[in-house]
């Protein structure tokens, strides 16, 4: 430590601390421009001139000037005083002082110093750039006059982002922030370029107004994807607008990081598709209603409904991305009102071993947290394009492995972006994961490349494991996965010899039921190369939606109730029918899903809150010939939806900052969102709207509060008490799905079928995924995330596209499986390898799960050139 | 993403002259720039394209290739012409008429001063004293000299040239 003095006040600071840091712990404010905590300084603005006492005569830049033992520096003298004013001459050559339309005004360090000395112009005349601002991307407009040039876009994007789609384009009087060659703009939209700029140079848009004095912010999280962001957002309170949202630096586990999503996905908030009342169904047309008659036609409809068929006849769909609190509600009231043990959510439904199987599943693993990545030596990416599905734990990779040397390896069947920082790519053929992972524990075991002793100490049956993977020799593996069996053996040598290997699992793994046995095997694998629980990695899995996690916690389904607590226990329904007064049903033996029990003309009412089925479940046909079986249907949501549409009552809900409630995020953490503004029109809090349900029924949901149905969730299932929500951090605890740190593990024993060759007229596969810029319906609804993705498309390798009679992009191609057909234009991309197309999931004008059938989102394809 | 951009282009110009560049002084460090003008050396100009493999092989960002590209003059971002016409603009140049000249020079080749006409025959430029004042106004015309320039020699110079290509 070494001792500064700065403006008279001393301050200890660490050795290698500038004056800059000394002065912010001794309270003393300097302006600063290209200076920031995150980036590498460099020293370009000279706006933070110190001088130091007894030193050279000369001014220093306070933030690339490390202070020295018994320092004393001055941040305010005339000289100082001159100097900076000379700069902010200089500057205002260019810059035009438009405050009065500038975004930035009100936070605008240029603003504010040139307000503190007084200047109206600058002294120096010269041409002035007066060029017309940026507007060339559809997104992001740049205006050059207002650019200090400080260079903190670029770098954010360089290292943080890691994209470096901007640089410094000419120099002196000319210098101006672009993209290369003048190209479009073409990157990520994360917005940490509009959000780190000093002055109003780069900015969304999208501009909801809102005067940095007139709003407040609201720390909460992100309301989009399973990472489970904290994000700061804008809020106008007197006119109940949120009108901005960035990452804050040190706030939640996303540090640093937003994704486009999480900056300007917020904008559905007040999107003018927005439900403003209720609508009930008459004939082709919903049309509003007051919540009196919506509340009597629900009501009227599921009694009419139980009455003649029982209550089995009702079935329910929880949501991904509403909260605990509402999810817990909603099962309890399906459960007790209507008296139905059929409730459920599409990831269950989609695979039940990352639904309501989980604990099983893990077998005693437990979920590593994100920040374990900044810890370990290497990173196995499996079925996941982490940097789309998930993109700010995408990012955390990309910095464990370009900042803190972790090594990465990618298993993808396609070519995803991270793949190009991997130190390999294991580029597998479609479903194939199972067979090759299999094949790196053949290749460990026969090799010893995990001493025996240790493999012993690991896993309870190692013999067992030894013979189930014995047909699984390198050369196998290889014809069956198209890996080279040189890179398998690789993979095996790096695994087995990393002290610390976390273990990330993603879409094509989980999302799918047909791909069970590769999750299996993973496990298998982590246990044996000793990052089971007591070692330094872990096993992470992706969660799709703000609350994939949380809505199997909260029992939304149909076989264990809250807490993965199994209703076929007598004993656990009795502690439940105690706590609610109630009888809890026991899960009935019908076979298939609710959309199969619909289809078979077992369910009469559907009651879906915050879903969308039509969208996002596997087999687009079958669901759709369901909902159009089903007598009764309400939904609850923020908009019609596609599913909506096929809804006899549709429910207007309230958005994430109306409300308040827990999301439990992909590492199991409960984060707490806070309310921003209250609820807009008619629309009703998610909770209230439930308990008004019940009551019609003549039943009492007891809480409408957040807060009390979290202490009832608490009270009831152990693996949330305990759990502290209240931080105001945005950082709640944690919940362990697995007993504790068993460090021995039982292989699972993984049978595995190659998967068929497709029937030789359906040449490609067809896989699907969440562009970064779009989840779930709410993306849909921002103007911004439109402006940059706005339409579906199949992606093909250049060697498809050339040979399928020289495709161009843009072309319209019909993508025809043997289930349904879309006609879409064709986008190359290098990410695809030959014979593999991608069709995005986001867009319900080219809903591409009308192309699969059954419980599986692979399919194959034909496609011809139709235009 | 963005660096994927060189393998979307159909390339229409040969990337295996870049390749055997980056062959050679792709491992020593800080040979940007030298890579940067060989490559101009090879194709006369730095095509995007080649940019875009430098900075994949490099492990740097297009946008810094493109920021190096676009800070020293030296480099050029377009196909040049097979005559390079500098007209000299310095002082003493200015003086004796250059302006004139370099008016004149883009009348007749109907291009405007760092463009090069659409056959690919001239390039116009615009440079600054070349250190022959005493023989001012000059023109550059790739390695030869006009001296002592009077307006009305601009055509002879491009229609000598232009009788050459015939
Ligand atoms: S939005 Fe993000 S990726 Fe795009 S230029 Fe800005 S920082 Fe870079
Ligand atoms: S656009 Fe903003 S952040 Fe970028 S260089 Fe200009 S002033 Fe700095
Ligand atoms: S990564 Fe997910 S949680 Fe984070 S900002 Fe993006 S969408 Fe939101
Ligand atoms: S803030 Fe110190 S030089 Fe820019
Ligand atoms: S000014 Fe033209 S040669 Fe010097």
Redesign the pocket.
């Known amino acids: 430590m070494i001792k500064v003095t700065i403006d008279g006040i001393q301050v200890e600071v660490e050795n290698g601390a500038t004056i800059l840091d000394a002065a912010k712990k001794a309270g003393v404010y300097i302006p600063t421009f290209c200076h920031d905590d995150r980036l590498a300084p460099t020293g370009a603005c000279r706006i933070c001139l110190v001088e130091i006492e007894g030193g050279p005569p000369r001014l220093f830049a306070s933030c690339v000037t490390p202070a020295a033992d018994k320092m004393v520096v001055k941040t305010k003298s005339e000289k100082i005083a001159k100097a900076r004013k000379t700069n902010i001459e200089l500057l205002l050559v260019h810059h035009p002082l438009d405050c009065p339309v500038c975004p930035a005004a009100g936070q605008c360090h240029l603003q504010d110093l040139t307000y503190e000395f007084g200047l109206q112009t600058s002294r120096f005349k010269m041409p002035r750039k007066e060029k017309e601002a940026d507007i060339s991307n559809p997104c992001?407009e740049q205006n050059d006059n207002r650019c200090v040039l400080c260079g903190k876009?670029i770098r954010?994007?360089n290292e943080?982002?890691g994209?470096g789609?901007?640089g410094l384009v000419k120099r002196g009087f000319n210098a101006y922030v672009g993209t290369p060659f003048q190209n479009e703009?073409n990157?990520?939209?994360?917005?940490?370029?509009?959000t780190t700029c000093p002055v109003g140079a780069r900015n969304s848009r999208f501009i909801m107004k809102g005067r940095a004095w007139n709003v407040k912010t609201v720390n909460s999280i992100c309301s989009f994807c399973g990472t489970g962001c904290s994000i700061s957002y804008d809020v106008r309170e007197r006119e109940n607008l949120v009108t901005g949202a960035k990452a804050v630096h040190g706030l939640g586990i996303n540090g640093n990081f937003q994704c486009s999503k999480g900056w300007q996905g917020f904008q559905y908030i007040h999107s003018k598709d927005r439900l403003s009342k209720p609508l009930i169904r008459s004939g082709k047309t919903l049309s509003p209603v007051s919540w009196d008659d919506a509340l009597e036609e629900v009501s009227k409809n599921l009694k009419r409904i139980i009455d003649e068929h029982g209550p089995q006849a009702v079935a329910g769909m929880g949501s991904e991305r509403m909260s605990n609190e509402e999810n817990y509600l909603f099962q309890k009231f399906i459960r007790t009102v209507v008296g139905s043990a059929k409730v459920d959510n599409i990831l269950n439904m989609k695979n039940r071993a990352v639904g309501e199987g989980l604990p099983e599943t893990l077998g005693g693993l437990v979920l590593a947290p994100l920040e374990r990545l900044d810890k370990v030596q290497l990173i196995f990416l499996a079925g996941a394009d982490a940097t789309e599905e998930s993109p700010v734990a995408g990012n955390m990779i990309r910095r464990a492995v370009t900042k803190l040397n972790a090594k990465l390896i990618v298993a993808n069947s396609r070519n995803i972006r991270l793949g190009r920082i991997a130190s390999q790519s294991l580029a597998h053929r479609v479903g194939t994961e199972a067979a090759l992972v299999n094949g790196i524990i053949h290749e460990i075991l026969t090799r010893n490349l995990v001493p025996r002793e240790a493999a012993a100490s690991r896993i309870e049956n190692l013999e067992e494991l030894r013979n189930s993977v014995s047909t699984f020799t390198p050369d196998y593996v290889e014809r069956i996965t198209g890996v080279a069996a040189a890179e398998i053996s690789r993979a095996a040598e790096g695994l087995a010899s990393s002290e610390g290997t976390a273990f990330l699992c993603g879409r094509d793994i989980i999302g799918n039921a047909g791909n069970a046995t590769a999750l299996e095997a993973l496990k298998n694998l982590i246990i044996l190369t000793g990052n089971g629980n007591s070692g330094k990695g872990g096993i992470m899995l992706f969660r799709e939606f703000s609350n994939s996690q949380g809505v199997n916690d909260m029992g939304v389904t149909p076989n264990m109730l809250p807490g993965y607590q199994s209703a076929k226990d007598p004993k656990v329904r009795e502690k439940f029918e105690k706590a609610w007064g109630k009888p809890v049903p026991e899960p009935g033996k019908e076979t298939g899903d609710i959309i199969q029990q619909a289809i078979d003309g077992k369910i009469k009412a559907l009651y879906i809150m915050g879903e969308d089925p039509v969208m996002r479940y596997p087999d687009g046909q079958k669901v759709r010939e369901a909902l159009g079986k089903i007598e009764f249907i309400i939904c609850q949501d923020l908009f019609i939806t596609e599913t909506a549409s096929y809804a006899n009552v549709v429910l207007p809900g309230v958005s994430f900052a109306e409300k308040t409630g827990t999301f439990t995020n992909m590492e199991g953490r409960v984060q707490r969102f806070a309310q921003q503004i209250s609820p807009l029109d008619e629309a009703l809090p998610d909770l209230n709207i439930l308990c008004k349900v019940a009551e019609r029924m003549g039943a009492k949901l007891k809480s409408n509060i957040s807060e009390e149905a979290m202490a009832e969730i608490a009270q009831l299932s152990p693996l949330y008490s305990g759990i502290s929500t209240a931080t105001g951090k945005g950082c709640g605890g944690t919940v362990s799905y697995s007993p504790g740190a068993d460090s021995k593990g039982k292989a699972g024993i993984v049978s595995f079928s190659a998967p068929s060759e497709g029937p030789k007229d359906f040449p490609f596969t067809l896989v699907t995924g969440n562009l970064l810029h779009h989840l779930g319906p709410y993306s849909r609804k921002s103007e911004a995330l439109n402006a940059v993705a706005g339409g579906s498309f199949v992606e093909l390798s250049l060697k498809d596209m050339k040979e399928l009679d020289g495709i161009k992009e843009g072309d319209m191609v019909l993508v025809e499986s043997p289930h349904g057909r879309l006609s879409l234009p064709a986008k190359f991309n290098s990410k695809s390898p030959q014979g593999v197309a991608f069709i995005p999931n986001n867009f319900e004008n080219a809903p591409v799960n009308i192309l699969f059938s059954g419980n599986s989102e692979v399919t194959q394809v034909r496609i011809y050139r139709t235009a | 993403m963005c660096a994927n951009k060189a393998t979307t282009l159909e390339n229409e110009i040969d990337l295996g002259k870049t390749e055997k560049i980056l062959e050679k002084y792709q491992t020593i460090k800080g040979a940007l720039i030298p890579i940067l003008q060989k490559v101009q050396d090879e194709y006369g100009y730095v095509p995007e394209e080649a940019a875009y493999l430098v900075a994949d092989r490099l492990g740097i960002y297009p946008s810094q290739i493109f920021g190096v590209l676009t800070f020293y003059t030296q480099f050029h971002l377009k196909p040049r012409g097979k005559y390079i016409m500098k007209v000299c603009c310095g002082t003493a140049c200015h003086v004796k008429g250059a302006p004139g000249i370099l008016d004149r020079l883009q009348a007749t080749l109907n291009v405007q001063a760092g463009e090069t006409t659409a056959d690919n025959i001239f390039t116009v430029e615009r440079v600054n004293c070349i250190g022959a004042c005493s023989l001012a106004p000059i023109i550059v015309v790739n390695k030869d000299a006009h001296a002592k320039v009077v307006s009305d020699d601009v055509a002879n110079i491009v229609n000598d040239l232009k009788a050459r290509e015939a």
Do not use: R, Y
């Open positions: 992001i876009c954010v994007c943080i982002q994209v789609a901007i703009l990157c990520d939209f994360c917005g940490h370029c509009v």
